[in-house]
């Protein structure tokens, strides 16, 4: 037996753990402070009371011998592809088609799955900083090459996104045959315009490249001209995958839950993907729980809708709190609007990590260094705001207190 030596290629991340570890021994050190962590990438707030309702009758129709479910369809059933379909797509003007929808455990199962539909000697552009996943199941997948001596894997094409391009990749001079794009993007909490958006599809469309749109955060998204879906861009039904989540959404962190669309149009070498990820997912997933999709079909009734904005507008407002505090303190700050997170740049001569420690002592809050999720991200700080809104306030007012002049 041989094992898949890419496993070998990959280090353990020490981000969350190093970033939870400096934090306990803070508090063993001081116990009487009261440490904030901003540091959270996942929600807080409870599911809303419509998608427990559901549940709750879900689970009673499990107990009954005439309304019991097995094995669900899948794709999805019809219930909730008809409400994605409707509400994320068709009510927006969009034209997906109910089998171009594939409901899933979650948008980080099928961002690393999608891989198995396409060829390991395929070439990667990848966004620096990002959500770590896209680079490393391309990692294990044998995509990535060897690590260099800068800490860039040698085969993927890395896109940094900084203040000097406003956080929005550049078109790479290398034409790659996957792009990987995630607006609002986690960790910078920037956007991408239609405008940006219609670039990259062009290019796709004239280079027969693939882009994987992870609009994992498109809730949070406020600005009518932002694009929520990557096929709101004319001519991405031929380019674009698109990944979703109630993850962020709904506060379904827990409950495990997204979709991802596969157009028909979108083919290559003649062939489409819309059958071959059908194929992909009946042979080695066996579907979302009926009590889980029930659960979903809830968030898009009118109650579910006005239920999830106001938690929505309570992680926004921790955002508003967070990006007017940091500016105020002299912080140079991004993201914040469309998303739940606050990027902002460490003072200088600081690293990400030095940041961190200053802050953690002198004010007792806890964040997360930009290094953590990508070399590009040295020099950066993210505070997210899925925490508590009396503390988000009481830790801004200490980094006031601390660093305004
Ligand atoms: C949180 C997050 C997801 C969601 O993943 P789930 O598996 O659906 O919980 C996807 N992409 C990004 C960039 C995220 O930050």
Redesign the pocket.
Known sequence: MKINENFLKIEASYLFSTVAKKQREYQAAHPEADVIRLSIGDVTKPLVPVVIDAMHKAVDEMASEDTFRGYPPEYGYDFILDAIQKHDYADRGIDIAKDEIFLSD????D?GNIGDIFSVDNKVAICDPV?PVYVDTNIMAGRSGEKNEDGLWSNIIYMPCTAENNFTPDIPQEIPDVIYL?FPN?PTGMVATKEQLKKWVDFANEHNSLILF?S?YEAFVVDEDIPKSIYEIEGAKTCAIELR?F??TAGF?GMRC?YTVVPKDLKFNGTSLNPMWARRQATKFNGVSYITQRAAEAIYTEEGQKQIKETLAYYQKNARVIYDGLCDAGFECYGGVNSPYVWLRVPEGYTSWDFFDELLDKCQVVGTPGSGFGPAGEGYFRLTSFGNAEKTVEAIERIKAVYKK
Not at 106 to 109: L, M, Q, R
């Open positions: 979650g948008a980080k199962s961002c959500y995630c986690n992870d994992a989540s993850s962020k962190t997204g």
